[in-house]
């Protein structure tokens, strides 16, 4: 059952050089479309700038978008009345990377989870608590924690917290957006279990939000790939790590070091350049300066995000011709 | 490195770094003993906090005010570079040994143009005249692939890109050819196509100039692609040494095993990943035996009482665990 569907959304930041300078337009989501289904994990990827965590703002209505529509179970979620945007803060939740800054060190583990109870509940003080732990050891963490302040705790204890504060209200969909990045291996390894075992319990729909491709792959269903604002590939995760139709995908899964000495001398395309300016992007595919398979039309003509497959979407003038199977042997050998 | 015997380019002994904090002292580096091959790719691998920056920097002594190296020697081409005085240790840094940090941005001057400062080396070390100096630097700029070298080397740092800085940081530390190129996460900073572009540029410019590289990094996926040679860090503690295949394939240490099935890829996707339970000790009162004993699934009493040694196992393979025997 389809819990999330984004049409055409835009969000632009205006941005001025000077007082009296023509405001210019960061480009930060520039049409996008995708919907998620209900108990699934949709993991975006993207490198820095490519309006990935803009997009999970978004969705969220944490900044306006402007322009497109957000249907949340139904209901479009820019039109919302104030007593039905309520339900939607209920309904949804979302994690940060730096779980530090994103916690008050002034509030004790205990009132940080007690602010969505009080808000959205009327549950008297005793329940507030009872729930409270129940959802510390969900996550992880006992009673001992409710007392502690937030630098008192570790990295990972610190995501724990913000995951709880997320889930604490069974919600139906949690924005995570990049919640690993900021932790070592062996932690990161058991925030993903426990993500994992989350929504295996709850049910609960993840929009997962990662520049990092192996770890996307570990916990997302479908995989969309953003360049610049724009979707450039979606597909399932399977199809995109043994099938990848855009190059710019593909020159991603050139570029992660794999963690396999013997894949060392592996071929890869390598791309040459850097992202673009969001104020300023390419004309045609954003991707062409950068893209060894650029052709004329790449130059001129925006492509559209258009079918290859079923459940196989790709923004590429060349996709149908391209093929990249010889290229990545190596890499989908590793994953398959 | 085939079967020549390898000649040792650096020989850390009994090194003990700590840092003085107002809750005692954090020992970072406790006993470590390291050896470094000329012309190999060495990485140090460890977690957040394992003191492997700074066994690294210890090398060039660019360690912050609060550290105190309080015992053991580092030879670098049979200099003990703790006994040199700073002056003479002046003369070694950025000629014979180089340092590239994790974020550029602060490490190159922003008030200076980036040509002069990539230039800078060559004056300071070889009293080169500044103009052939930027000659060079321009030269140098254009080897590590900034585009219109000329034109660029006229900017500040904040027009460049995080990728460029830290290509620029690299032309700069590479301009006077050192033996020695210490890379305390040259990427972690960057974008994953950057990242292997970067990469990419370090092995090139190490074959071209043969440089021996100490790379360290958190990032198995690094590690693999780069590196002969890996050394792995916990809790001060070197805990095991060996080329780079068998650290993936037979790790003898718990602590690696646990690391390498942690690595996401390595397992299908929506799995439980294997975990090691806990996290790293506070270095300032770390605990008895092995450090890894809390978090160890194997752990015995033996563990607990008595600290392992680094030892060798088999060739060029060398773990401080009790039990390794049984982790083979």
């Known amino acids: 059952m389809r819990l999330l569907e984004v049409r055409d959304l835009k969000k632009y930041f205006e941005f001025k050089k000077g007082i009296l300078s023509k405001p210019q337009y960061i480009r930060a989501v520039d049409g996008v479309s995708f919907s998620v289904d209900r108990g699934t994990t949709l993991g975006v990827v993207g490198e820095s700038g490519s309006g990935k965590s803009t997009l999970g703002l978004t969705i969220l209505r944490l900044i306006e978008p402007t322009s497109g529509t957000i249907l949340f179970n139904g209901r479009d979620v820019i039109r919302l009345s104030e007593e039905e945007l309520k339900w939607f803060r209920r309904s949804t939740g979302i994690v940060f990377q730096d779980p530090y800054s994103s916690l008050n060190p002034r509030m004790r583990v205990k009132e940080i989870l007690e602010r969505p109870l009080k808000i959205h509940t009327d549950y008297d003080e005793k329940t507030c608590t009872e729930v409270i732990v129940k959802t510390l050891e969900e996550v992880g963490l006992s009673e001992e924690h409710l007392m502690r302040y937030p630098h008192e705790l570790s990295g990972g204890q610190q995501q724990r917290v913000a995951i709880a504060r997320a889930i604490i209200l069974r919600p139906l969909l949690v924005v995570l957006d990049e919640p690993t990045s900021s932790l070592d291996v062996s932690v990161q390894a058991q925030i993903l279990n426990l993500l994992l075992d989350l929504q295996s319990k709850h049910g609960l729909t993840y929009i997962f939000i990662t520049h990092d491709l192996l770890t996307a792959r570990h916990i997302s269903d479908y995989i969309m790939v953003m360049y610049a604002g724009k979707v450039v590939e979606y597909s399932t995760t399977r199809e995109i790590f043994t099938n990848p139709k855009h190059p710019y995908t593909v020159s991603l899964l050139s570029s992660i070091p794999i963690p396999d000495p013997k894949l060392r001398g592996r071929k890869r395309i390598e791309v040459t350049g850097e992202p673009p300016s969001p104020l300023n992007p390419p004309k045609g595919c954003r991707f062409h300066p950068r893209c060894p398979y650029a052709i004329e039309t790449c130059k001129l003509k925006e492509p559209e995000l258009l079918e290859y497959s079923k459940e196989h979407l790709v923004a590429c003038h060349r996709a149908s011709e391209l093929d990249f ?12 | 490195m085939g079967d020549f015997l390898p000649r040792t380019l650096l020989s850390i002994r ?12 954090v ?50 081409k049979n200099i003990d570079l703790l006994k040199l005085s700073d002056s003479e240790l002046e003369e070694i840094r950025g000629r014979d040994i180089a340092v590239v940090f994790q974020n550029p941005m602060r490490s190159l001057n922003p008030v200076l143009r980036v040509g002069p400062q990539v230039a800078e080396p060559l004056v300071a070390h070889f009293k080169t005249t500044w103009r052939e100096a930027l000659v060079s630097a321009i030269k140098q700029l ?12 006229r900017d500040y740092p904040h027009a460049f890109s995080g990728g460029m800085k830290q290509r620029a940081m690299i032309a700069m530390m590479t301009t006077c ?33 043969g440089l021996t590289l100490l790379l360290i990094t958190h990032n198995f996926g690094i590690v693999a692609e780069m590196c002969d040679r890996a050394g792995v860090m916990y809790a001060g503690k070197l805990v095991e040494v060996s080329n780079v295949v068998d650290i993936f394939e037979s790790p003898l240490h718990p602590y690696t095993k646990g690391l390498i099935e942690c690595v996401v890829a390595r397992k299908k996707s929506k799995l439980r990943l294997s975990q090691i339970p806990g996290a790293p000790p506070s270095l300032i009162n770390p605990p008895e035996g092995c450090r890894f004993h809390p978090r160890c699934l194997y752990a015995n009493r033996k563990c607990v009482s008595e600290e392992p040694q680094l030892i060798e196992v088999s060739k060029g393979h060398l773990v401080a665990c009790h039990n390794y025997e049984s982790n083979r």
């Open chain 2, 27 to 76: 020992r970072a580096v406790d006993n470590v003993n390291l050896e470094i091959y000329e012309g190999e790719r060495f990485c140090l691998i460890g977690e957040t906090g394992c003191g492997k920056s700074t066994l690294a920097l210890a090398i060039p002594r660019l360690l912050p005010p609060n550290a105190r190296i309080l015992s053991g020697s580092i030879m670098f």
């Open chain 1, 325 to 336: 199977t010889e290229l990545l042997t190596d890499i989908t050998s590793f994953f398959a």
């Open chain 2, 14 to 25: 009994d090194l003990r770094v700590y840092y003085e904090t107002i809750r005692g002292y």
């Open chain 2, 177 to 209: 050819k050192p033996s020695l190129l210490i890379a305390d996460e040259p990427t972690t900073a960057l974008d994953v196509t950057i990242q292997a572009q970067v990469l990419k540029l370090i092995r090139e410019l190490k074959d071209e100039y």
């Open chain 2, 142 to 153: 254009s080897r590590v692939g900034i585009p219109d070298p000329e034109l660029r080397s």
